[in-house]
């Protein structure tokens, strides 16, 4: 059973900084992409970032593009969102997701989802 525990968010102000971490277990970590995913109240969920078995490939959605950052540690089964310049509009709940086939590409759906974790981005 796979499980995806999300930590890092909090209260940050525009123009700070926030490193979210999710850390798996249940899967052969090494394997999978690995994504973030944020929701806003009244929005759907959004793509946010992924990042491919190996750590070589990433993709980040055009709001975030410039601004932040994934990789991951794999000896940690471990994959990280760091967050630069953030806006009031950053503001979600940012959820952490493994992708759904071993060795699999970063645009593959992803098919385990953690809990989340809340961003707040005051003005």
């Known amino acids: 059973q796979v499980q995806l525990v999300e930590s890092g968010g909090g209260l940050v102000q525009a123009g700070g900084s926030l490193r979210l971490s999710c850390t798996a277990s249940?899967?052969?970590?090494?394997?999978?992409?690995m994504g973030w995913f944020r929701q806003s109240p009244g929005k759907e969920r959004e793509f946010v970032a992924a990042?491919?078995?190996?750590?070589?490939?990433?993709n980040y959605g055009d709001s975030v593009k410039g601004r932040f950052t994934i990789f991951r540690y794999n000896a940690k089964n471990t994959v990280y969102l760091q967050m630069n310049s953030l806006k009031p509009e950053d503001m979600a709940v940012y959820f952490c997701?493994?992708?759904?086939?071993?060795?699999?590409?970063?645009?593959?759906?992803?098919?385990?989802w953690g809990q989340g974790t809340q961003v707040t981005v005051s003005s």
């Open positions: 997701a493994a992708g759904s086939v071993e060795y699999g590409s970063i645009y593959q759906p992803f098919s385990s």
């Open positions: 249940g899967i052969t970590f090494s394997r999978y992409a």
């Open positions: 990042i491919g078995w190996s750590g070589a490939e990433t």
